[in-house]
DNA sequence: CTCGTACATGTACGAATGTACTACTTCTGG
DNA sequence: CCAGAAGTAGTACATTCGTACATGTACGAG
């Protein structure tokens, strides 16, 4: 009953456990009692399979950065197929918003990547796969531009009750899209 | 030599040493010794002006949320005085993602926001301070997404090395602020 | 079988932290 | 002038933390 045998399967659950404190605590908030508390492992297991507390985090954010990068491309699939880029990008970007924990740890990860930067690659993944997507449809500049707002509308819905409402958010991409190219 | 008598002095002294830390330490690293170590003064003068460490770190939110506000004034006066708006806000812009410290602590102040609710009228006084100002030049629309690019802008030179160049910046906000009008 | 290696688990320990507390000094109102 | 309030300063304490470690258990190679 206690701890079957099954190496992999106990490192991610510890993973899988880190990412769902993340919203809740925010990465300066891990601890190895918390994870091994969420995951159903005895404390030693934390030490044993991350060489710090550091390398947990970063595992963890890793594995986020992976979730983000299989949602990207759902939406690089959903752009190609669609006949409107600017309202399908404004309907993809309108229910992202509703993910809240989605939106917390990213935000956590660019906050943390701002002080150390071996993250800001991590970090980056997100901005920049979005401006390649995009760059199909759009000049290099204008498509850096979209993803730019798409990343302030985010930071705009921590912090406010109610995102950005969808036509905004559709007006808005239509314009910087729309931008001469550079 | 020690402590002269100066209350007002001694807790401004905190604020603004609790301020410096920020970007160095996180909101989430500050301790009360490391701020009585930079101010200048015993571990026991922070709790006697400062309930707990919660507060203490309010205080110092809300003093570089005062700061903010001055700044937005600056921006206001010169968008007022200016002949082209989106260049100039471009500008201003620019200038601000030079600032790696003010980046840092306003983004440690959203991350803080996301999880403490009391923070938000704090974390919302930058945006909604700058879109009023744009709204005299732009439909409340445009000036709401203009103000959102710049935080997006900012999220962007967080972790990126170069900032956003200031043609792409110029660009986009021109095409946000003339938008249609909501 | 058996033995070494990898995994599991509970406990221990030094360091750091938030906060309370005691003693001391300076100021101020009566 | 002189209490008592306000400010200053050093220290103590319980708690929590990261990490190390000792012991126990399963498992695959020979």
Redo the contacts with the bound molecule.
Sequence with gaps: M??????G???RRMVEAACELIPEVGVN??????VAARAG????????????????VAAALTRAAEVTEEGLRLWSEELERCADVPATLAALTADYLRERDRMVTWNELYAAAAHRPELRPLARLWLDGLTRSLSRYAGARAARAAAVFVDGALLYSLINDEPLDAESLERSLAALLAMDAG
Aim: charged share 25%; hydrophobic share 30%.
């Design positions: 206690t701890g079957r045998r099954n190496p399967e106990r490192r908030g891990l601890t190895h009692r918390l492992v005895p404390l030693g297991a934390t030490t044993y399979y991350f060489a710090s507390l550091d390398d947990l």
